[in-house]
């Protein structure tokens, strides 16, 4: 079995029917138990108070905001590669996910800044580099919306992704490089040193399983939804053909 | 049960009521567009079906 099996819209229709329970389901279970727990049974922060929570909500949404352009950055170099339908219709159903996300990770961000920077919005590297990215998923829509044939919407924001992707890239890895602005570093490393504490680390790990299947779970039903558009307008020109 | 969130309340409510409406009005829009796509499309194919014998 291939994974380009999954590029015929039947065979990727078949699946995503058979999946898309279970992910709903995953989904509720996950963000529920994570949210609850880091709500309700985790204790302030020695230095934060009650604004550690926010943890749950935002770390999570700024992870997805990113990763969901990656996700369709892959798509689209799919598209221009191999000229797979579906995938560029993965690309195109997951950036209004993309887009809530970031706007989540922004809102929740200067929530939190606020109390803590004392200020709502700094023009700090990573913040500043996130706002692009935001401007980069409204642009990707828009485009998608004003171009009429489907092939060279695909391509013309299959290229504005590419380019996307350094913003994206940045919004990542900013406070690597930059040691400059207000915005802490990672809150998640592989260097364990770096981690938060476990009494915040294990339901924040849920969150982010959570928002990770939220994401999938929105992007399987979308991409439906863009495969039937796409049938829909080949069923109506045969008909204004005949 | 409600922990007490002190001088944060607005910050960590605020937080999660946005997150709640716009996670809402993602689910609710993708929901409503998918509905909406599925009954047009059944409709067009049974019209086509009826006229193709």
Same mark, same amino acid.
């Given at each position: 079995?291939?994974?380009?099996?999954?590029? !015929?819209?039947?065979?990727?229709?078949?699946?995503?029917? /058979?999946?898309?329970?279970?992910?709903?389901?995953?989904?509720?279970?996950?963000?529920?138990?994570?949210?609850?727990?880091? *709500?309700? *049974?985790?204790?302030?922060?020695?230095k934060q108070g009650s604004t550690v929570k926010i943890i749950y909500l935002h770390v999570p949404s700024a992870m997805m &905001?990113?990763?969901? /352009?990656?996700?369709?950055? $892959?798509?689209?170099?799919?598209?221009?590669?191999?000229?797979?339908?579906?995938? $560029?219709? %993965? @690309?195109? %159903?997951?950036?209004?996910?993309?887009?809530?996300?970031?706007?989540? @990770?922004?809102v929740t961000g200067a929530l939190w800044g606020q109390p803590m920077w004392g200020t709502w919005w700094a023009w700090d590297p990573r913040l500043t580099s996130f706002l692009i990215l935001t401007l980069f998923y409204f642009g990707y829509m828009a485009l998608w919306a004003a171009v009429e044939d489907p092939d060279t919407a695909a391509d013309l924001t299959s290229i504005l992704c590419l380019v996307g992707s350094v913003f994206?890239?940045?919004?990542?890895? &900013? $406070?690597? *490089?930059? !040691?400059?602005?207000?915005?802490?570093?990672?809150?998640?490393?592989?260097?364990?040193?770096? !981690?938060?504490?476990?009494?915040?680390?294990?339901?924040?790990v849920i969150c982010i399983a959570g928002f990770i299947l939220l994401f999938v779970t929105m992007v399987l039903l979308r991409t439906r939804t863009e495969i039937r558009s796409r049938r829909l307008k080949a069923l109506l020109a045969r008909e204004r053909v005949a | 049960m409600m922990p007490e969130l002190g001088k944060y309340a607005f910050a960590v409510m605020g937080s999660y009521a946005a997150t709640a409406v716009l996670i809402a009005a993602l689910v609710g829009l993708t929901l409503w567009q998918s509905a909406r796509m599925k009954r047009a499309l059944a409709e067009v194919e049974a019209r086509q079906e009826k006229t193709d014998g």
């Amino acid at each position: 079995m291939s994974i380009w099996e999954y590029a !015929n819209p039947k065979k990727f229709m078949q699946t995503s029917a /058979w999946a898309l329970p279970w992910a709903v389901g995953l989904t509720v279970v996950l963000l529920v138990v994570g949210l609850v727990w880091g *709500f309700f *049974f985790t204790p302030d922060d020695y230095k934060q108070g009650s604004t550690v929570k926010i943890i749950y909500l935002h770390v999570p949404s700024a992870m997805m &905001a990113i990763n969901a /352009w990656v996700m369709m950055l $892959v798509t689209s170099l799919i598209w221009i590669v191999r000229r797979h339908h579906v995938s $560029v219709l %993965a @690309a195109k %159903a997951a950036a209004p996910v993309g887009l809530t996300f970031t706007l989540i @990770a922004l809102v929740t961000g200067a929530l939190w800044g606020q109390p803590m920077w004392g200020t709502w919005w700094a023009w700090d590297p990573r913040l500043t580099s996130f706002l692009i990215l935001t401007l980069f998923y409204f642009g990707y829509m828009a485009l998608w919306a004003a171009v009429e044939d489907p092939d060279t919407a695909a391509d013309l924001t299959s290229i504005l992704c590419l380019v996307g992707s350094v913003f994206a890239l940045l919004s990542r890895y &900013a $406070v690597l *490089f930059w !040691n400059q602005g207000l915005h802490q570093g990672a809150s998640l490393s592989l260097d364990k040193e770096e !981690n938060v504490s476990d009494v915040f680390w294990q339901p924040l790990v849920i969150c982010i399983a959570g928002f990770i299947l939220l994401f999938v779970t929105m992007v399987l039903l979308r991409t439906r939804t863009e495969i039937r558009s796409r049938r829909l307008k080949a069923l109506l020109a045969r008909e204004r053909v005949a | 049960m409600m922990p007490e969130l002190g001088k944060y309340a607005f910050a960590v409510m605020g937080s999660y009521a946005a997150t709640a409406v716009l996670i809402a009005a993602l689910v609710g829009l993708t929901l409503w567009q998918s509905a909406r796509m599925k009954r047009a499309l059944a409709e067009v194919e049974a019209r086509q079906e009826k006229t193709d014998g």
